[in-house]
């Protein structure tokens, strides 16, 4: 069975800090993909990064990067110097084979002037 | 980038009645969409899978004669929540899919039954 896990409920941190949501995950297929969304109070899904299983190469967009460590099953991302824009919920998604997208619980982003 | 509308963005029923939510692909052609909901601070949950012509294969523990789906063309899905309740407030999000399996999100519909 495929699982995403967001241990994280909620984090609060004061802005300028950086903070690592994580994300670890579990499935039997090879051929998988990880994906990153922002869902400010609005309610609409932000995309932020798509990872194939096969790409295990660190990204850096902006003040976002992302650890992506198969070993671990992980996908964790991480903020530098936060912002209070940066106050959402994130969530992390998997998908493999049958298009469905398997989401975590989401973590809750707040950053405090 | 692929872009997915919702109409309306919120709607509020009196109980009992049903309520229509339209989901369309803009610029690209989506055999499939899928159809969420999210109850406040809980993640999204899948519904239903919708596939263009087809009848829509639902979630375990989903009624599909309270949530009828209806994928007429390949830009547009239709979920109609028949029969609401107070406990079916929540937000629906679609998303549709492209061939090689991506989905694109539409803005999500709030629904509160009074």
């Known amino acids: 069975a495929q699982k995403v896990t967001q241990a994280q409920t909620e984090i609060s941190v004061v802005e300028k800090e950086d903070v690592t949501l994580d994300c670890v995950y579990e499935?039997?297929?090879?051929?998988?993909?990880l994906f990153w969304y922002k869902q400010p109070p609005s309610g609409e899904l932000v995309f932020l990064i798509r990872?194939?299983?096969?790409?295990?190469q660190n990204e850096i967009s902006g003040r976002y990067s992302w650890n992506f460590q198969k070993s671990t099953s992980s996908f964790n991302f991480t903020i530098t110097a936060s912002q209070v824009v940066d106050s959402a919920v994130y969530f992390c998604?998997?998908?493999?084979?049958?298009?469905?997208?398997?989401f975590g619980t989401g973590t809750r982003l707040k950053v405090l002037a | 980038g692929a872009v997915v509308s919702q109409h309306p963005s919120r709607v509020i029923c009196k109980s009992g009645t049903s309520v229509k939510i339209e989901c369309r692909s803009l610029?690209?052609?989506?055999?499939?969409m899928f159809w969420y909901r999210q109850f406040p601070k809980q993640s999204l949950m899948l519904m239903a899978t919708?596939?263009?012509?087809?009848?829509?294969?639902?979630e375990q523990g989903v009624e599909k004669d309270k949530f009828l789906i209806n994928h007429a063309s390949l830009t547009l899905s239709t979920l109609t929540v028949t029969s609401a309740h107070p406990e079916d407030s929540s937000f629906y999000i679609c998303?549709?899919?492209?061939?090689?399996?991506?989905?694109?999100f539409g803005p999500g519909t709030r629904l509160t039954v009074l």
């Open positions: 610029d690209f052609q989506a055999t499939t």
């Open positions: 998604a998997l998908t493999s084979g049958t298009y469905k997208y398997i």
């Open positions: 499935t039997r297929d090879t051929t998988y993909y």
């Open positions: 998303s549709a899919s492209t061939s090689w399996g991506e989905q694109f």
């Open positions: 990872r194939n299983s096969f790409d295990e």
């Open positions: 919708s596939n263009e012509g087809s009848k829509a294969t639902y």
